[in-house]
């Protein structure tokens, strides 16, 4: 399975001054274009496609496909060892996402795991959500991105990493930095409180691993999520 990453540092683009704006490490595209995924139901409520796809990083049934809620917030904290993490999910702007930010979280399935990837040069990112620690991992199904074309990158955003259109899974990324090099490919669903961008902000201010990069010098594990 290809590495799910924002723009690649794996490809031949590398972050520094007068590369080409940077672009997805991508997977022959599901569709013509990145459309949302959710569509009305006879209940009021969205129905969202999730689709099978590779062996799951770690066991977990599909989210529920019908009848996701499509308005009002619903957060997220993420017991990390650095100190907590509370993400703050906007179902109105991307209920797929949400809906399937649940079912895993619900399921353990970010329970002992590790952000696996620190960007520090170009744009400024942590990205988490791999039960392998390694980039490779899922959670055995894609589903559609959410885009209006107008996403901003700016500090305290999270937002779905992908491997192209319409891959996404359970990785994501906290924006830790103003990332205005960032396209709109990435799917916006949530944003940490100013205490939760302090503890990112400490995790990057260590840098990048010279032996394991990307990983981040600083522990950066999450022990367990709690919804609500």
Sequence with gaps: MKRMMLAGLAGTCVLIAGCAAEQPITDPPASNG????????????????????????????????????????????????????????DRAAAPCTVNSFEAL????????????????????????????????????YRFDDELTGNEK????????????????GSQFFIVWQDSTQLTPNYTVFGTVDAKSLEVITGIASQGVSQDKSPAPNAPAEIRKVTLG
């Design 153 to 168: 990158y700016t500090a305290g955003v999270v937002a779905m990493a992908n491997a192209g259109p319409d891959t996404n």
């Design 34 to 89: 990145a459309t949302a995924t959710a569509s009305p139901s006879a209940n009021g409520g969205s129905t969202c496609e999730y689709r099978s796809f590779g062996t799951p990083a770690r066991p977990v049934d599909l989210p529920r496909a019908t009848d996701v809620r499509t308005s009002g917030e619903i957060s997220m904290t993420l017991d990390m060892s650095a100190g907590p993490v509370t993400i703050t999910m």
């Design 105 to 140: 979280a619900k399921q353990g399935y970010f329970d002992n795991t590790v952000c696996h990837r620190l960007v520090d040069q170009g744009i400024h990112v942590l990205q988490c959500g791999d039960p392998t620690g390694i980039g490779t991992g899922g959670p055995g």
